[in-house]
């Protein structure tokens, strides 16, 4: 049983790169979110998927993009990273109903370093 | 801006102790979420919960949704324990963590 997992487990990036971090469960929830994790700031919500098909922006979506082609992945893009989004980025999901908050399993997360 | 408040931020406590963590948050919500991060970063969810108390082994978690606070309980505190502990009130369409508590038990 993976849950879901995240690739890759660290990265290195020059500034102005391309990056795609790579999220999938297995659990078939329909709503799964990017957070990035700051010291200091906690966890911070960048975007969202309620259902395949449907994204939504969350606190800090500059500079970052999602797809939600299917159920079961939900890739972040960064077209042209910067310092600032040096960080570790956590994948969630959930079983969403009715709108309401519901429990949220967590990935292993990526820690990525833009120099 | 940080809608939410955990105290204390850091807390060291002896095997054993009856621990409790708090969550203040200032606007209504529907639900709260408490997460446990352990010192290699992964993250569990311990409860969800949006009134009364729930129990899970050694954890109790109570919130009060028309005080706007939340605690967390770890009775009979073991070393394993030691983690970083996160809340994260529900309002709108997302949950909004706090910066968490790191709890430290010593043998």
Redesign the interface.
Known sequence: IAGITQAPTSQILAAGRRMTLRCTQDMRHNAMYWYRQDLGLGLRLIHYSNTAGTTGKGEVPDGYSVSRANTDDFPLTLASAVPSQTSVYFCASSELRGGLGSEQFFGPGTRLTVL | K?E?EQSPQNLTAQEGEFITINCSYSVGI????W?QQHPG?????LF?L?SGKKKHGRLIATINIQEKHSSLHITASHPRDSAVY?C?P?RG????????TSLTVIP
Request: glycine share 20%; charged share 0%.
């Open positions: 940080n939410v529907s639900a709260l979420h997460l970063g992964g993250i569990v969810s969800m949006s996160i994260g529900f369409n997302q949950f909004y963590f706090g910066t968490g």
